[in-house]
């Protein structure tokens, strides 16, 4: 074996060892293995989003095709709810060991001009339903990998980036108004006698003059019948936007307060120690001080502060030779 193959050997050994003691002391963040979307277009429009994916042990990172409505975001893992986390595109989740997770949500779509648009802002591949009752105002010919049918839905596997335009049909039904028309009487004679028929008695001035009145003043009693419903519905409709306002701030409010709860589950004991020596330290200290405050070895110190920069809640800044770890989110631990 010559010079070259021995340092190339060395080399790869090297890399292993380091690699392998990454994993060990850092958490790894992971997009998931086996990743399967399925994007659905429902008869009214709506859009329903199912990711299936393996995930690791620690914090994973997962991105999503289309963007969510995130009250509406489920994972699920072994048939039991998991917290997550929704940050501009980003879900984290974090696991204990590797698992099979089944994420589900409603996109968040955009309507122009009465024309449904459904943005796949990933450039993987995503199995695309679509609903009979739906048709499509565009064919992204050079984005569709596949085509054919699943549960009577026709179904693209299509790689994104791109932009789906659709509408969906409308059935309506149409009503003819028969107006009675006068007519003529009909005579028929026969050889002995005259017998005339009337088939409908002719209007006369006075009953048509009648008749109009009638009908003017049934057109104005509609016409402000009319009038007050569109006045109730304009009220209900002030005070179901204000309910909606009002019910979206409490719902904000308390999905910030669940998303502070899950945060807090998901951080240890030396995860609080070290918030807690940062805030006793006014909000910010070297590494050599949190290991002194929190009394643990310095790998595993190192890798709760790297934990807890992945979760936006410190950063960590080079001063000189040392490392200083400020608190950017305050978290209510107790």
Do not use: C
């Amino acid at each position: 074996m010559d010079r070259i193959d021995k340092n190339r050997i060395i080399i790869t050994v090297f890399i292993v060892l380091i690699y392998s003691m990454y994993v060990k002391f850092f958490p790894i963040y992971t997009l998931g293995l086996d990743v399967k979307s399925i994007i659905v277009i429902n008869s009214d429009g709506v859009v329903n989003v199912t990711i299936t994916l393996i995930l690791g042990e620690g914090l994973n990172k997962v991105v999503l095709p289309v963007d969510p409505i995130p009250m509406t975001i489920i994972a699920i893992r072994n048939g039991e709810d998991i917290p997550v986390i929704y940050d501009e595109g980003y879900l984290y989740l974090y696991l204990d060991k590797l698992a099979n997770v089944s994420i589900s949500y409603i996109a968040n779509i955009t309507i122009e001009n009465n024309v449904f648009i459904l943005n796949i802002k990933t450039p993987d591949i995503v199995e695309l339903r679509i609903s009979k009752e739906v048709i499509l105002l565009s064919w992204p010919d050079e984005n569709i990998v596949d085509i054919g049918y699943i549960q009577g839905m026709l179904t693209l596997w299509i790689r994104g980036p791109v932009k789906i335009s659709y509408v969906t049909r409308i059935f309506a039904t149409e009503t003819t108004s028969l107006i009675p028309q006068p007519t003529s009487p009909i005579t028929y004679k026969t050889p002995t006698s005259t017998l005339t028929i009337k088939t409908s008695t002719p209007y006369t001035n006075t009953q048509l003059s009648t008749g109009l009145s009638t009908s003017t003043t049934g057109i104005q009693k509609q016409i402000t019948a009319t009038s007050i419903l569109i006045w109730l519905a304009l009220i209900l409709g002030v005070v179901s936007v204000g309910i909606g306002v009002l019910l979206y701030y409490i719902n904000t409010l308390r999905k910030k307060r669940i998303i502070e709860e899950h945060l807090i589950d998901m951080l240890s004991d030396i995860d609080k120690a070290i918030l807690k020596a940062l805030e006793a330290r006014g909000g910010s200290a070297l590494q050599t001080e949190l290991q002194n405050d929190v009394k643990a070895p310095r790998t595993t110190l190192w890798r709760h502060v790297k934990k807890l920069e992945k979760m936006g809640i410190v950063k960590i800044e080079k001063v000189g030779l040392q490392n200083r770890v400020k608190l950017v989110k305050k978290i209510k631990l107790d």
